[in-house]
């Protein structure tokens, strides 16, 4: 274990810079589920089926970002920074282009995509509402996130949580006049949350290029410097970014099959997943801002050729991994019925039972997620093996979550928490790959290219 305080100082605050990113991130989508489940059961139902193809984005945009990220902080740990704009370059385009793809199967293919994730005709009806204009943000989000995960590489988190933290202002300020009708607005229902959600993200971008332009004074980025890119590095960042975005294209997909498998037992099953699935978003950022914080500092690391702080490093961050886990599960088991007052009176009996049972599973694997996930993501990502996890998890996903919990929802009539903790328990044993991986310390690769200077 690392005795220095200044490392759990340092780690912590990059830890919680970067949950208040994703805090505020999921809050838009937070407060878009609560805002409309205070308006009507099927516009959240709705949404939240829509929330699942932005999901699938944000995963894809994670995984452009993260093979920038990756690199970017080995050769940062190296103190070169000239090769960390051709890397940001290259994971917009890649990332641009996943975006537009999306954006093509949503605008001309809703009411299909839909149906596959339900089979309730009045929320498929308010998703499509939803779709016709949330699918224009797809492409300046992926541009907004790209950038700010690119900066992470250097250390630079600030200005991720001040662009999050105007988005969420300016949503929830819009949702409350456009979804309701209040102060002279007209009442759009699910159609006023996608524009305030376009209209919030309108404003990350000007942020963005405001920061670039005037405070960033590391990498100086410009549109310039981003466009006319050394393409030699699409080599390098697709080596390293492949097997993440891989694997987080199919953690993607089987999050929406997984909502399909629920969607199609019921309304009432599909809106107590939303609440669960936010709720568990929202309370395990500090997780996730772990995970994102380990990356760098082990990247950073390996870059710095201090092989020999290496292991206690890895040491002390899974035991902080494991207190984090505790901490969330904790928090989403009590804080349960405070969180279903929210809704008001807009949720069944069967809705409200079901969102309780499914939170309580939450607070179970919620542990497992905290050390596998922020090892997996954390330590061994950022040691540069991008390849374990998108193994790994096509084994998981494919051969056994999808496949048992379809049988179980579909073939053997089980109840819907069973199906839900089916649709989970991948979080709990997937510790055991993980932490062999680990031990084995085969995880720990040089991703830079050696002569520095190049």
Same mark, same amino acid.
């Given at each position: 274990?690392?005795?220095d305080?200044t490392?759990?100082k ?8 970067l949950?208040?990113q994703?805090?505020?991130t999921?809050?838009?989508n ?7 489940g205070?308006?009507s ?5 709705g ?8 999901y699938?984005?944000?995963m894809?945009?994670?995984?452009a ?13 190296k ?5 960390i ?11 641009g282009?996943?975006a ?5 199967v ?5 009411t ?7 089979n ?5 009806a ?12 797809y492409?300046i989000?992926t ?8 900066l ?10 001040i ?17 309701? =009708?209040? *102060? %002279?607005?007209?009442?759009?229902? +699910?159609?006023? @949350?996608a524009?305030?959600?376009l209209?919030s993200r309108? #404003? ?12 960033e004074?590391t990498l ?15 080599r390098d960042y ?6 993440v975005?891989i694997?987080?294209?199919l ?5 929406m099959?997984?909502? =399909?498998? *629920? %969607?199609?037992?019921?309304?009432d +099953?599909t809106? @107590?997943?939303?609440?669960a699935?936010?709720?568990?978003q #929202?309370?395990?950022?500090?997780a996730y801002g ?12 390996i870059?710095e050729?201090?092989?020999k ?8 961050l899974?035991?902080l991994?494991?207190?984090i ?6 928090l ?8 279903l007052?929210?809704?008001g009176?807009t949720?069944?009996?069967? @809705? ?5 049972q499914?939170?309580? #599973? ?15 993501n954390?330590?061994i ?20 979550i ?8 579909f073939?053997?009539k089980c109840a ?8 989970k ?9 993980v ?5 084995s310390?085969k ?6 290219r050696?002569d520095?200077?190049?």
């Amino acid at each position: 274990m690392i005795k220095d305080k200044t490392f759990y100082k340092s780690f912590m605050f990059l830890a919680l810079s970067l949950a208040l990113q994703n805090l505020l991130t999921y809050g838009v989508n937070m407060m878009d589920t609560v805002m409309l489940g205070r308006y009507s059961q099927d516009a959240m139902g709705g949404v939240s089926l829509c929330n699942q193809v932005q999901y699938l984005l944000q995963m894809l945009v994670v995984g452009a970002g993260e093979g920038a990220v990756v690199l970017g902080s080995q050769y940062w740990g190296k103190g070169n920074l000239k090769p960390i704009p051709h890397i940001i370059g290259v994971a917009l385009r890649f990332g641009g282009s996943l975006a537009v793809l999306l954006f093509c199967v949503v605008a001309f293919f809703p009411t299909q995509l839909l149906s596959l994730l339900s089979n309730d005709s009045a929320v498929i009806a308010e998703g499509q509402k939803y779709f016709q204009i949330i699918c224009f943000t797809y492409i300046i989000f992926t541009v907004n996130n790209i950038l700010v995960a690119s900066l992470r590489s250097i250390g630079i988190v600030k200005i991720g949580y001040i662009i999050s933290g105007s988005t969420l202002v300016i949503n929830v300020c819009l949702n409350y006049c456009l979804i309701y =009708g209040n *102060l %002279g607005f007209p009442e759009l229902g +699910v159609r006023g @949350a996608a524009i305030a959600t376009l209209v919030s993200r309108c #404003v990350e971008l000007l942020i963005v290029i405001y920061y670039l332009k005037y405070k960033e004074n590391t990498l100086r980025l410009t549109l310039a410097k981003l466009l006319r890119i050394d393409t030699s590095y699409m080599r390098d960042y697709t080596r390293v970014s492949s097997p993440v975005l891989i694997n987080q294209a199919l953690w993607g997909v089987a999050q929406m099959v997984q909502t =399909g498998i *629920l %969607g199609h037992l019921g309304g009432d +099953v599909t809106a @107590a997943n939303a609440i669960a699935v936010q709720v568990f978003q #929202v309370l395990s950022v500090v997780a996730y801002g772990s995970a994102s914080a380990a990356g760098i500092v082990v990247g950073r690391t390996i870059g710095e050729g201090n092989e020999k702080r290496l292991r206690p490093l890895v040491n002390t961050l899974q035991v902080l991994f494991i207190t984090i886990g505790i901490c969330s599960g904790f928090l989403i088991f009590v804080l349960r019925v405070p969180i279903l007052t929210v809704f008001g009176g807009t949720l069944t009996d069967q @809705a409200y039972e079901l969102s309780m049972q499914f939170m309580l #599973v939450l607070s179970i694997t919620t542990v497992g997620t905290s050390y596998q996930m922020a090892c997996d993501n954390g330590i061994i990502r950022g040691g540069g093996d991008t390849a374990f996890s998108a193994k790994m998890n096509l084994i998981s996903m494919w051969l056994i979550i999808v496949p048992f919990s379809a049988m179980a929802a579909f073939w053997w009539k089980c109840a819907p928490v069973v199906v839900f903790f089916l649709l989970k328990w991948d979080q709990l044993y997937k510790t055991i790959p993980v932490v062999i991986r680990l031990r084995s310390w085969k995880w720990v690769k040089k991703v830079t290219r050696p002569d520095a200077a190049e």
